[in-house]
């Protein structure tokens, strides 16, 4: 089963752990690793290839449910801005990357992409150290929202 897939699957059982919330167009979850505390993902429900095979009804849900998320987590973090990124080039299924960027990381690598950081020694996912940051976005993402005029 596809990564976004599968992560869907469990996200809708309550299997997965890293859940944030559920959002209009999918489920806010933490990154697997927080090399940058609060990095993020959104995962669409259902699970589709690419934005462009969301109706604009869809695509605009997603894309609203993403800046939401993302100033969620700039509020919650402090960080000093937010970077969105939506590739699937290695999981050809929709997802967005959030990632807070922060005015302490080294300059070389708060001026490059986050994927410039070594993945696969970061600081992975745990409760304990970073579920008080997941309840406080999801505390954020669940405050009423204002009306449009």
């Known amino acids: 089963m596809p990564l976004i897939t599968e992560r869907v699957a469990l996200a809708r059982n309550g299997a997965n752990d890293k859940v944030i919330c559920r959002m209009a167009s999918g489920w806010a979850v933490m990154g697997d690793v927080q090399f940058l505390p609060g990095y993020c993902l959104l995962l669409p429900d259902p699970v589709v290839a690419s934005l462009n095979d969301l109706d604009t009804e869809a695509r605009t849900a997603y894309l609203l449910d993403m800046a939401r998320l993302g100033d969620a987590v700039l509020q919650s973090t402090g960080a000093l801005r937010m970077n969105y990124e939506i590739l699937g080039n290695s999981e050809p299924e929709l997802h967005c990357h959030i990632f807070p960027r922060y005015a302490s ?3 070389h690598k708060r001026k ?7 993945w696969k020694n970061a600081v992975p996912y745990a409760e304990s150290e970073h579920g008080a940051l997941r309840k406080k976005i999801a505390a954020l993402l669940s405050e009423p929202q204002p009306v449009a005029r």
């Open 105 to 107: 990381e080294p300059d």
């Open 112 to 118: 490059m992409p986050a994927w410039f950081y070594d």
